[in-house]
């Protein structure tokens, strides 16, 4: 989750190498503010549950469209849905 926050924070971050550092595209290094990385983490915890939350949401409203066009629960499982 360090290199989301880094990346949310230096948009311009190419290479992210724990031990070498972080880079952009000319392989320039950037400085990075470890407090303030340490301080978007929360934000990119949010920004993953909320994606899974999507997902599970786009998923269970297909389903829902699937079912309104007749197919069954057992249909919808053997598509894996």
């Known amino acids: 989750m360090r290199h989301e926050?880094?990346?949310n924070l230096?948009?311009?971050a190419v290479t992210i190498d724990d031990s070498s550092g972080v880079f952009?595209?000319?392989g320039n290094a950037i400085i990075v503010d470890e407090a303030a990385i340490k301080a978007e983490l929360p934000n990119v915890v949010?920004?993953?549950e909320a994606e899974k939350n999507s997902k599970a949401e786009a998923k269970a409203a297909a389903q829902?469209?699937?079912a309104a066009l007749g197919l069954t629960v057992e249909?919808?499982?053997a598509?894996?849905?």
């Open 75 to 77: 249909d919808l499982q």
């Open 10 to 12: 230096y948009p311009a």
């Open 64 to 66: 829902a469209k699937l």
């Open 5 to 7: 926050a880094i990346r």
């Open 24 to 26: 952009d595209i000319d």
């Open 46 to 48: 949010k920004q993953k």
């Open 79 to 81: 598509l894996g849905l």
